[in-house]
């Protein structure tokens, strides 16, 4: 039986500032969501999903920062592909990301979410 990557989830303690980044920001497009957005935001592109679900208050860690602290222990990065890395970058500064490292010569580049959470951008 083959098994196919369905999807990622993301835990999130600020729903409304991580759906406006991933959506308006990196460019995903959100679907419809019978939880609540107050809970769960699901993107999806070419058949990919991105889900978004909220951290109980009782559950969070520690507090986040502005600008944000890269989570470089995190064991995970989620990998989005693009059509013009250059051009995508430049719309990520334009609106304010966080770059961590750009190297064009191999085709991605990394930046920072709202929370730390790390995020590479490739047009391979």
């Not at 999903?49 to 470089?72: K, N, Q, S, V, W």
């Not at 890395?85 to 961590?100: H, I, Q």
């Amino acid at each position: 039986m083959a098994t196919a990557l369905k999807g990622a989830i993301l835990f999130v303690h600020d729903m409304d500032k991580m759906t406006a980044f991933y959506r308006d920001v990196v460019g995903l497009t959100q679907t419809e969501s019978d939880f609540g957005v107050d809970t769960w935001v699901p993107f999806e592109d070419d058949g990919g999903m991105l889900g978004l679900l909220a951290i109980p208050p009782e559950h969070r860690g520690g507090e986040i920062t502005d600008p944000p602290e890269p989570r470089a222990s995190t064991p995970i990065k989620l990998v989005f592909r693009v059509d013009d890395l250059t051009s995508k970058c430049d719309e990520m500064l334009a609106a304010g990301a966080s770059p961590l490292r750009f190297v064009p010569e191999h085709g991605r580049a990394d930046y920072v979410d709202p929370e730390g959470n790390i995020f590479q951008l490739t047009d391979l």
